[in-house]
């Protein structure tokens, strides 16, 4: 083929309106592969692609197997658009982050990203109270250029930008809006079909005077699946954003509270503890629904 199917299919899906999920159900397919083809991790198989054939015949008159051999230019015409008309999905430069295993990422995610898209609320202690905690929002899916994004909506605030799997983890980076700083995260990744549970490591800038940086560890919990209308699962999560988004007093388990707010430095160490903030992958809560920690 002269460019990727990804391309190509993602062009065809456009100007239909078919989404990936309804494709997928059209196929008989688990909604994921779909979405590798659309990332570029996988082509169809020749029985997958001779199926796909057979239902864009059904909706393109003359559409057969041999379109998909076409260059992007050429199918838009077989399409009735013009090029100039049509949104193609961007390279994976267009993150515009100089990392040099974006493509590594862009496959990994096309394996395993369905497993992170949901909605989930935070638990992270409160950096300016403490004693307090805070929930957060959190919106994520896949977005048209195959990377998994993210949106964060806490009482006004909105963080937006990607969560990039890397080996088992999640780096996550992202732009306040509000107060114009960056967040990150390195998050302990799953292995299951979906992520019921996420912990890691926030880095983010304080909202007092100084914008001072503060760690502090963060459990995510999915509390809900995404939809097929983003601009309806955009509005959700705006609705679920309270505008007081701290944990009422007693709220938050004692045995969570102690998992989220960890003794660091030299007195923390003579006991045992640790030298600096870290969450060890045999303390991590990664790995189904929230336990009943000890």
Request: include cysteine.
């Amino acid at each position: 083929m002269t460019e990727p199917f990804s391309e190509k299919l993602t062009l065809v899906l456009k100007v239909l309106s078919l989404s990936r999920a309804r494709l997928a159900a059209a196929l008989g397919l688990d909604k994921s592969v779909v979405a590798r083809w659309a990332s570029g991790a996988t082509v169809p198989s020749g029985h997958n692609l001779a199926q796909l054939s057979t239902l864009m015949s059904q909706k393109i008159q003359g559409f057969t197997a041999l379109d998909w051999d076409r260059d992007l230019e050429g199918l838009a015409c077989l399409l009735g658009v013009g090029m100039s008309r049509v949104e193609v999905a961007p390279k994976p430069a267009a993150l515009g982050l100089p990392l040099p295993f974006l493509d590594q990422i862009l496959a990994t995610t096309g394996l395993r990203g369905t497993a992170y898209e949901g909605f989930y609320r935070t638990t992270r202690p409160y950096a300016e109270h403490p004693g307090r905690f805070i929930h957060d929002h959190v919106l994520v899916r896949r977005g048209d250029d195959g990377f998994l994004k993210f949106k964060m909506s806490t009482g006004g605030v909105v963080v937006e930008g990607w969560a990039l799997p890397v080996q088992n983890q999640l780096y996550v980076i992202g732009t306040e809006f509000t107060g114009g700083a960056l967040a990150f995260a390195i998050l302990h990744g799953v292995n299951s079909v979906q992520a019921d549970v996420l912990d890691g490591i926030t880095l983010t800038a304080n909202h007092d005077a100084g914008r001072s940086p503060a760690a502090t560890p963060i459990v995510f919990e999915r509390i809900r699946d995404i939809s097929d209308d983003r601009q309806a699962d955009d509005d959700l999560l705006t609705e679920l954003a309270a505008p007081n988004p701290v944990a009422p007093e007693g709220a938050v388990p004692e045995a969570l509270q102690r998992h989220l707010a960890r003794n660091i430095g030299p007195e923390a160490v003579a006991n045992g503890g640790d030298w600096v903030l870290r969450l060890k992958l045999a303390q991590s809560l990664s790995r189904g629904p929230l336990p009943n920690l000890p």
